[in-house]
Nanobody, 121 residues
Framework: QVQMVESGGGLVQPGGSLRLSCAASGSTFRINAMGWYRQAPGKERELVAAIASGGLTNFADFVKGRFTISRDIAKNTVYLQMNSLKPEDTAVYYC???????????????WGQGTLVTVSS
């Protein structure tokens, strides 16, 4: 019933910035706790950032100080602001529910198409 539609990806040069958006469809669904994930070519999906229902945020070590996760409850949208992008940030980015308290997100079974971010000169 609930669908997450990611957008905002594209080609960007190293050091550039990009803001990804995740809009939740469905009139009964509301953005609360959410997570951003990514999957690079040939790699497993990994957690990038998460926001709890109370607003607390967590970030993977490799994006701390560069990425910010935020939400707009009125617009039912979660964002990922990415600054100082590096080639190793190249991946398909997905939004979904948050990981559990131990960081495990294997309980998440349904994933959207994501949005591709390519960082290259």
């Amino acid at each position: 019933q609930v669908q997450m539609v990611e957008s905002g990806g594209g080609l960007v040069q190293p050091g550039g910035s990009l803001r990804l958006s995740c809009a939740a469809s469905g009139s009964t669904f509301r953005i609360n706790a959410m997570g951003w994930y990514r999957q690079a070519p040939g790699k497993e999906r990994e957690l990038v950032a998460a926001i709890a229902s109370g607003g607390l945020t967590n970030f993977a070590d490799f994006v701390k100080g560069r990425f910010t996760i935020s939400r707009d409850i009125a617009k039912n949208t979660v964002y990922l602001q990415m600054n100082s992008l590096k080639p190793e940030d190249t991946a398909v980015y997905y939004c979904n529910g948050p990981p559990d308290k131990s960081g495990d997100y294997r309980y998440l079974e349904h994933w959207g198409q994501g949005t591709l971010v390519t960082v290259s000169s």
